[in-house]
């Protein structure tokens, strides 16, 4: 049974959006919400609006807000340090990761992003 | 400490990435074109730019015909209304452009690379004035052509 109910989106392009809701799904989990979000300001409206979130995956290179920005924000507020978060990126082993990691963030999983990649972080049995 | 872009092992990594994003996003074979094919004046065609910020300043383009697009959307929106998927496949093409970007730095530079880039964007008036083409791959994507073109790279030192 899926631990995450409600889980916000965040990257600018509908078509990853898309594929990463897909993959969440295809990993077994059946949340109740999927919340979208096209950059980090957006996405800070959807997380005032809502105390639901239980997990966040966000992209890093948005335009108005940041994926880094994002995070750096929500690790250092009361009420959304504790939600996890995981990042995608198109680039591997970039230099934002140690930063990241020491904000908590769960893992950061490599564009395209696929079912396999999601499995661990996600903390789904295989 | 000035290098030397190698062109060779660019081009081949940049084949090497689009065969792979393309065959992990949308199932889909991408092949050394080796016909003498150009573009069709006659085919609408999709063009999608990004500039790269650091290790190397240039900007990588990508072109492909909006039916190549439209077969990528059919793919990955397979259970979503028709005109919904009309609008995706610029979209579409962008994030191919954004993946397949970054996954060329990364295995060009090597791990830990400081890899930044701009926004894709799409490119509705081809302006080649001041660029100086570095690279060039062309591409077979099931039968449409595919085309990736590095331009006016700098180090930043």
Partial sequence: ??????????????????????????????????????????ALGILSESTEIDLIITDINMPKMDGQTFVRLIKNRDETRTIPVIITSSIADSSFEPEMSKLGVLAVVKKPVSPEKLVGPLGVEQ | MKDTFQREKAAQILQECISSVLADMAFMDALPNTSPETPQDNKERLNASIDILTPLSCNLEISTSRLLCKRIVDILYFDTE?????????????????????????????????????????????????????????????????????SSVRYRY
């Avoid at chain 2, 530079?109 to 302006?127: K, M, N, S, T, W």
């Avoid at chain 2, 083409?133 to 590095?150: D, G, H, P, R």
């Fill in chain 1, 1 to 42: 049974m899926s631990a995450y109910k409600h889980i916000l989106i965040v990257d600018d392009s509908p078509t990853s959006r898309m594929i990463i809701e897909r993959c969440v799904q295809m990993c077994g989990l059946e949340p109740q919400h999927f919340y979208h979000a096209e950059n980090g300001i957006d």
């Fill in chain 2, 82 to 150: 028709e005109t919904i998927k009309h609008k995706l496949a610029e979209d579409t093409l962008l994030e191919l452009l954004n993946i397949i970007a970054g996954q060329f730095l990364s295995s060009y530079f090597g791990q830990g690379a400081d890899i930044q880039l701009e926004l894709p964007r799409l490119v509705y008036i081809q302006d080649d004035r001041n660029k100086e083409t570095a690279v060039q791959v062309s591409m077979n994507v099931e039968e449409e052509l595919f085309i990736a073109t590095l």
